[in-house]
């Protein structure tokens, strides 16, 4: 399994600004150590820096140029929770080239299973603007990449991120050619994601929104995953399966209020895996969130472990409230 990092994650510290942010480079230390004890085989690269051609595939010039010129001035604060040293806009650059680097491995049959373990997040950077942690939208412009370089016709995005990604979503929102799905707590940042936001114009009903209500554990997410989201990959067939991979649903997590363990992510990720072994496409994904470093490790080895075969997609029955309003919708839309 292809996994893709870069030292200069490490050097993107928006605690020098903000010494009690969340985000900080132990995050990835943690995941280092787990992958390690876990003796897991890995084919590992140093991610590349996206060009600014790249990011320009969904971000505008003026926002490129804003995070350069911020950064090379020292950095500074962008919002409330955004931050930017120095060392950032190289952090952001591989986080972007690394998805990328990514795509083409799996696009070009080189891989069938990839992993970006790089930082800062993407999720939920529009075009125009850094929000949330995330500067560059890492996924969205490793898709659009996809599209306009590598002869995909259609990719599909599972964001598990316990926060809605709502950069991905406003950046694919008129379109057809990427499905954008998304289960995440309602009520937290960005307050987006509402069910019935199906997207607009050309692209209505290729956003899929599954908020979950706080407190949502195993039973509630595994139960979309497989009776929502497989359906759906089944009926759209993409050429491509992306997950905006966070584990901020960990019940460990402090900036959210659901309850999955490491071994919830494990299997959710089997039921990913296992849909596209059935669709014969490849399956890469991007680190967004997860915020308490020992169980974010364990949770992104365990996921990485049955994104590369481990274990079984176990099956179980829909969840009684939240599974039924959701197909309710989206059953006029998609083959459930």
Request: net charge negative.
């Amino acid at each position: 399994m292809l996994y893709i990092h870069h030292p200069a994650s490490l050097r993107h510290d928006p605690q020098a600004l903000s010494p009690d942010h969340p985000d900080h480079p132990r995050r990835l230390e943690a995941i280092e150590a787990a992958v390690r004890t876990a003796g897991l085989e890995l084919t590992r690269r140093a991610a590349p820096a996206a060009t600014e051609a790249e990011l320009a595939l969904v971000h505008s010039d003026r926002h490129i140029a804003f995070i350069r010129r911020l950064c090379e001035s020292g950095g500074g604060q962008i919002d409330d929770d955004t931050f930017v040293g120095p060392a950032s806009f190289e952090a952001a650059l591989r986080a972007a080239g690394g998805a990328c680097e990514m795509v083409r491995a799996l696009t070009s049959g080189q891989e069938r299973r990839g992993f970006c373990a790089l930082r800062p997040a993407g999720h939920h950077a529009e075009r125009d603007c850094a929000m949330g942690f995330c500067l560059f939208n890492n996924i969205a412009v490793a898709a659009e990449l996809a599209i306009r370089e590598h002869s995909v016709e259609k990719v599909m995005i599972i964001d598990w991120d316990v926060h809605h990604g709502n950069g991905t979503a406003e950046i694919f929102r008129h379109r057809p050619d990427v499905l954008v799905t998304s289960i995440h707590q309602s009520g937290l940042f960005p307050g987006t994601g509402a069910l019935a936001d199906a997207g607009s114009g050309d692209g209505r009903g290729y956003t899929v929104n599954l908020p979950v209500p706080p407190g949502s554990g195993e039973e509630i997410w595994l139960s979309l995953v497989e009776y929502l989201l497989v359906p759906i990959g089944r009926d759209y067939r993409p050429e491509l399966l992306l997950i905006s991979a966070g584990f901020d649903a960990h019940e460990a997590d402090p900036l959210a209020d659901c309850r999955l363990d490491a071994g919830a992510f494990a299997l959710i990720a089997c039921h990913v895996r296992d849909l596209a072994r059935e669709l014969g496409v490849p399956l890469g994904a991007v680190l967004e969130g997860g915020y308490a470093p020992e169980a974010l490790g364990e949770s992104v080895a365990v996921t990485l472990s049955a994104l590369d075969g481990a274990g079984e997609a176990e099956s179980a029955a829909p969840d009684q409230i939240v599974t039924p309003r959701a197909a309710a919708r989206l059953g006029q839309r998609w083959a459930l």
